[in-house]
């Protein structure tokens, strides 16, 4: 997807922007608290109906304002032209349309607007908790296999329900029932979320040959969630029953999953350095953003909050340079106009940020 036109109303200190967007990378750069991130923001609440910062939405919404609004138009490859906008009512809920119509659920704005933003703190995907992983996995799952949203949301049905009855200690037989919509469930995730990590790991040499060049091979562990060397998610559940009951939850299953990244010479995480950990998120990301790009015919739109910092000059050229080479369309907001001067040319956009303003240069 490319992005040509976001605009921007009420976000945190953004009062009312417009920006335009050519294919390539923009940079915006301006000093703490000019509004750089609350504009990678109106990407990702278009996005997933999230900030990538956390918190809950109304937190973006303009100090003193009832609500917010993100517009973009974009082109798909494919459908040609498009337009998504996403309003949210303070303490109210979204509205989204989708080319011109109000969507139903906000997954048809999600599914025409695939981006990811990634926060300053990039390395949290490889050393944070676990949930950030399974959202990558889940975000790129969404995207790239069409039964996948769907078999997780029965998945989540079913597991709401059967923690209640544990909780409440009620009726045996409903929650034998619910157990076993959860195991047809969970296999059905599990097994899409194996093939697409072996489909990430099979990309990730060649991606790490790029960014990080001395670590040796990459390697992708994926753990389930439950001990599948010893049989299904099933037996699993049934061996784990009297336990679940004891706890008042499930105590197992594709919601406790996990991957990790290790390389041959730096085999866990917690070797990992502060830059390297971010190097190997941000390595996972681009092997998905390249996964993405092979089945859908182009690659998602990228925010990248300060993703230079904390990278030497050498990765920081590293990351740029496979940007480009991969025409990926990023926006990238840095504090630091030193980066402007290494990492822009002719073929950027820069935006200056101030007090919530937004100018391109001229
Ligand atoms: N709900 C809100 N309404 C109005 N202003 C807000 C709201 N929430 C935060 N702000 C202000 O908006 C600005 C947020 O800026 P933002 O986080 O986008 O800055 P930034 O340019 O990314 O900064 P940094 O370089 O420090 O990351 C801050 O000045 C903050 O005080």
Redesign the pocket.
């Known amino acids: 997807m490319r992005l040509r036109r976001l605009r921007i109303e009420r976000l945190?200190?953004i009062d009312s922007a417009e920006l335009d967007f050519g294919p390539g990378l923009h940079w915006l750069v301006?000093?703490?608290?000019?509004?750089?991130?609350?504009?990678l923001?109106a990407v990702s609440l278009l996005a997933s109906g999230r900030s990538f910062r956390g918190g809950s939405p109304d937190?973006?919404?303009?100090?003193?304002a009832e609500s917010l609004t993100v517009f973009a138009e974009v082109e798909r490859p494919g459908s040609g032209p498009g337009r998504v906008g996403l309003t949210r009512v303070l303490r109210g809920g979204f509205e989204a349309r989708v080319d011109g119509q109000r969507a139903d659920v906000l997954s048809e704005l999600f599914q025409a607007f695939p981006a990811v933003v990634f926060p300053?703190d990039t390395g949290e995907l490889i050393s944070g908790p676990g949930e950030l992983r399974r959202r990558f996995l889940d975000w790129g799952l969404f995207h790239v296999e069409q039964d996948f949203y769907p078999a997780w949301r029965r998945y989540a049905r079913a597991l709401r329900q059967r923690n209640l009855l544990l909780r409440q200690r009620g009726s045996a037989s409903v929650e034998q029932a619910w157990l076993e919509e959860l195991a047809r469930e969970g296999e059905l995730i599990h097994g899409y979320r194996e093939r697409y990590l072996s489909s990430l790991d099979a990309r990730l040499s060649e991606v790490a040959s790029w960014l990080l060049p001395g670590l040796g091979r990459p390697r992708l562990r994926h753990r389930p969630g439950w001990p599948a060397d010893r049989g299904s998610f099933h037996e699993a559940l049934l061996r784990q029953q009297d336990t679940d009951r004891r706890m008042g939850f499930t105590g197992i299953g594709p919601h406790r999953a996990g991957w990790s990244l290790g390389f041959e010479s730096l085999p866990q995480r917690e070797l990992f350095s502060r830059g390297q950990a971010k190097l190997a998120s941000l390595l996972m990301l681009l092997v998905q953003v390249a996964d993405f790009s092979a089945q859908r015919g182009e690659p998602p739109v990228l925010g990248l909050?300060?993703a230079l910092a904390e990278l030497d000059p050498d990765n920081q050229a590293r990351l740029v340079h496979y940007l480009r080479q991969h025409q990926v369309q990023a926006l990238l907001?840095t504090?630091d106009h030193s980066v402007l001067e290494r990492h822009v040319d002719e073929a950027s956009d820069v935006f200056h940020?101030e007090q919530?303003r937004l100018h391109r240069q001229l």
């Open positions: 945190r200190l301006g000093p703490n608290g000019s509004g750089k991130s609350s504009a923001e937190g973006c919404i303009q100090r003193g300053a909050d300060d907001a504090a940020v919530g």
